[in-house]
């Protein structure tokens, strides 16, 4: 019987590089954290940049020059409902985007795409001493549902078949597989793309109603207190859709980023498990219905 090295080449090791997740969702992590506190930071910082008025009543009894006020700012929370109308598709992108990539990273999870167990069961397998069978493979499959367990299964209800039959049928499952995990993401590439033109449409509609408002003052009004008050206004739906794109575009990237090395760590899975099959081709008829194969003892002494 030919010796079966599946699980040298199959490094449970190579297969899961954990430390690199957990560099990148703690790099997310403090990215996010950073986005969060920023606007809060500054809105502090220009309070206390503010400091306390001064007597006005004061400074005249002592004869000296009168100090003047530090006009107060309005707060971040305070800008966001000054936006306007506008502001309200940008909060429902936010929620969108919140949405979705909590769903991504639950469903991008290891267990849901590559679990670890499949492949050291895929690997025990190999290495057992009756050779690698099937049907016990397939069984395996159905124990951990997942994206490569899918891909597997469809490889394996080719057993027998030529190879071209069973490398396409593995490809068109592959790319449905990942089709399914890319849809998701999608709605995180729409938000960081249509968030910030949402922003700027709000921005001219608010500078067309400022330059109207300062056109219709009356003559002696102060239209240029009247004209900035109107632009700072606007820009507040520019800055709100900024602030949902960047988070969008990059969790968009990470989980594209993640997806494509989930499936480079399954085409190596494949690649191992592909001479497997191999030895079964012309020899083995194999269903879907409870993993059975049908072989003859002299195909199976051949194989072996």
Same mark, same amino acid.
């Given at each position: ?8 080449? @199959? ?18 992590? @403090?990215? $996010? ?17 503010? +400091? ?7 400074? /005249? ?20 409902? #000054?936006? +306007? ?6 909060? &429902? ?27 050291? !069961? ?35 209800? #080719?057993? =027998? ?15 449905? !597989? ?28 608010? &500078? ?26 606007? @820009?507040?739906?520019?800055? =709100?859709? @900024? $602030? ?36 079964? /081709? ?23």
């Amino acid at each position: 019987m030919a010796k079966n090295n599946l699980t040298t080449e @199959l490094d449970p090791a190579a297969v899961r590089p954990q430390h690199v997740l957990r560099f990148r969702l703690a790099l997310l992590a @403090l990215l $996010a954290l950073c986005l969060v506190a920023a606007p809060m930071l500054i809105t502090a910082q220009a309070q206390d940049t503010a +400091g306390p008025t001064t007597d006005v009543t004061d400074n /005249e009894s002592d004869g000296s020059t009168p100090a003047l006020d530090t006009p107060q700012t309005d707060g971040f929370f305070t800008l966001l409902v #000054k936006g +306007g109308v506008f502001m309200i598709p940008i909060l &429902m992108m936010s929620i969108l985007v919140v949405t979705f990539v909590v769903e991504r990273f639950l469903g991008l999870r290891r267990s849901r795409v590559l679990p670890g167990e499949l492949v050291d !069961e895929l690997g025990d397998l190999g290495a057992s001493p009756s050779g690698f069978d099937p049907r016990k493979a397939y069984r395996i499959c159905q124990q951990y549902p997942s994206s490569a367990a899918t891909v597997i299964q469809a490889m394996l209800l #080719k057993v =027998g078949r030529p190879h071209s039959e069973v490398e396409h049928t593995v490809g068109e499952t592959s790319s449905r !597989e990942a089709n399914r995990l890319y849809a998701n993401v999608r709605w995180l590439n729409l938000a960081s793309a249509v968030s910030p033109l949402l922003g700027l449409f709000g921005t001219v509609w608010g &500078m067309i109603r400022a330059f109207q408002t300062t056109a219709a003052l009356a003559p002696g009004q102060d239209k240029a207190i009247y004209l900035a008050e109107g632009i700072y206004v606007a @820009l507040v739906t520019t800055l =709100g859709g @900024l $602030a949902v794109a960047i988070p969008a575009a990059i969790f968009a990237h990470y989980f594209e980023g993640r997806i494509q090395s989930l499936f480079y760590q399954i085409d190596e899975l494949l690649f191992h498990l592909m001479p497997q099959i191999e030895r079964y /081709e012309g020899r083995v008829r194999f269903s879907n219905q409870s993993g059975e194969g049908e072989e003859s003892k002299e195909a199976v002494a051949q194989a072996e």
